[in-house]
């Protein structure tokens, strides 16, 4: 009897789950769709997404083609992993496409922040960005800001054992942060980093706005960042001095055709804190792991930059030209972002109902622009396995059409030159005044997003 109920039981669940899935893939049905699959209703494939990642995204791929449907992150998708369909896709925001980052990320970043905008008034937000960010303003200003917090920041480090994951985090947030209000940065610090880390936690949350949620407390550590920023603003109003920061450019250039509203600029502030802070960190650690792994590769790193060093005086300063001669650097730092994958994709949505390769895409699903398999491509990338900086001493690889590390189209990454700039200057201290060997056991998880999950633990002596 107990056998039969259990065989009774067991058939019932198989029956619900049966109908469960089949009732999701007929609620999505369209006709002319690709083939895939939509998971769960409300959960779709999310669990199987974020647990198996690249793995899940190739099994996909072997049973339904680079093209296929799917229901990850709350949201009915369509995942491409074709190549010339992601180039299409990224050079052709406006026709029926623009950006499709999730409610809690837009929120946290406010209205006006780039990724929320199309059209004329991205082209107006990322103009303003450009002239903050873009190479005039790295050589005229960021450059020398760089340096000094670098060369401070990598001070005193000989005998320690530190988390470098946690370093190039501290790093990056403040070398921005000094770059957008240098003479306050000191005495807010202490109170706006944990609200920023709280807006971070709020990027991706499930939108659900009820205290002790991280989508809550993201609000709350806008609400309290805002508050922070626009008290600089009204004292930098009323103050003369003026400050040579990303802050005094926008609110006293007068010369600049970019005005913006306080609004306005307060999302352009989070935005570049934002935007510029996983990329740049991740890149700046991975870097660190693959050159002790290739000891080859990070001794012609380092021979470059004792060669500049022999060149000027102990207190020098980077400057444009050493900057230029940094080749060698620049391969390392593309080759980390490549083999790294730090940026898996990017999403867009639909406004209205495509077709393209074949297939309809519906008004309103996101596309995921997979861009993780490219980098793995063995035509593009022989043994693309390997950490091999070389390869990019031919600099059409880094214009190749398919070469998608910092997008492209009318969204490739205004901090690109900003990002690898920081990034030098960092491996430039680190490899001329350090030796480092790896401590313990370090476990460095790859996706949804690259991280040293209990941290990545070097020992640092002096070179
Ligand atoms: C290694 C460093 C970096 C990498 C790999 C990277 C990668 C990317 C990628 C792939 C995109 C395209 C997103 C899309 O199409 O939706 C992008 C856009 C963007 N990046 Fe970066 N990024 C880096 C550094 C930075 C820095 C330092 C900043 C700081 C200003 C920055 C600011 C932005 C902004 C504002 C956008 C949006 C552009 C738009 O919508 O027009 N990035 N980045």
Redesign the pocket.
């Known amino acids: 009897m107990a056998v039969l109920v259990l065989v009774f039981g067991f058939s019932l669940l198989m029956f619900v789950c049966f109908a469960l899935l089949k009732w999701n893939e007929i609620r999505f049905h369209r006709k002319g769709l690709p083939p895939g699959t939509m998971g769960w209703p409300v959960f779709g494939e999310t669990t199987e997404f974020l647990k198996f990642g690249p793995d899940f995204m190739k099994n996909q791929k072997a049973r339904y083609g680079n093209v296929f449907k799917s229901h990850i992150l709350g949201c009915p998708t369509i995942v491409s992993m074709d190549p010339e369909l992601n180039r299409f896709i ?1 050079l052709n925001e406006g026709k029926g496409l623009v ?1 499709g ?1 999730p409610q809690s990320m837009l929120e946290m970043l406010g209205k006006f ?3 929320a ?1 199309h059209g004329s008034a ?1 082209k107006h ?2 103009g303003s ?1 450009l002239s ?2 873009g190479p005039p303003a790295i050589k005229d200003q960021l450059l020398s800001k760089i340096n000094k917090f670098m060369s401070s920041f990598l001070l005193d480090w000989d005998g320690e054992t530190i988390d470098i994951q946690e370093k190039t985090n501290k790093m ?1 947030f403040l070398t ?1 942060f000094k770059q957008i209000v240098e003479s306050e940065s000191d005495r807010i610090y202490e109170a706006l980093k944990p609200e920023f880390d709280k807006l971070l936690l709020g990027t991706f949350s499930l939108p659900i706005n009820i205290p002790g949620t991280n989508y809550y407390q993201g609000l709350q550590g806008r609400k309290e960042i805002e508050k922070i920023l626009r008290q600089i603003m009204e004292e930098r109003r009323g103050s003369i001095t003026h400050n040579k920061d990303m802050l005094d450019q926008i609110l006293k250039d007068e010369k600049s055709k970019f005005s913006l509203t306080d609004e306005e600029i307060i999302d352009q502030m989070i ?2 804190l934002f ?3 996983e ?2 960190s ?2 700046s650690m991975m870097a660190i792991k693959y050159l002790h792994d290739n000891p080859k590769a990070l001794q012609e790193l380092r021979e470059e930059h004792l060669a500049i060093r022999r060149r000027k005086g102990a207190e020098d300063h980077i400057d444009w030209d050493d900057l230029k001669s940094m080749s060698f650097t620049h391969c390392v ?1 593309l080759e980390t ?1 490549r083999l790294a994958s ?2 898996n994709g ?3 949505k639909t406004t209205a109902n495509l077709e393209m390769n074949g297939f309809v895409f519906p008004k309103g699903w996101k596309i995921y ?1 997979y ?1 993780r398999e490219i980098n793995y491509d063995p035509f593009l990338y022989p043994q693309p396995f390997s950490f091999d900086p070389w390869r990019w001493l031919d600099k059409s690889l880094e214009n190749h059409k398919y070469c ?13 030159e ?3 700039v ?2 030098s200057i960092f491996l430039h201290y680190f490899v001329t005044r350090y030796r480092w060997e790896e401590v313990g056991k370090n476990e460095i998880l790859k996706f949804p997003r690259v991280e040293a999950r209990n941290g990545l633990y070097i020992k640092v002596s002096k070179y």
């Open positions: 990224l950006p980052y922040n780039i990724g905008l991205h937000i990322r960005l903050l960010v990056t921005s935005t570049i935007a510029g802070y990329t740049v991740t890149t730092i972002s730090v940026v990017v999403l867009r622009v861009t998608f590390i910092f997008g492209g189209g009318s969204r490739l990454c205004p901090g690109k900003l990002g690898i920081q990034i």
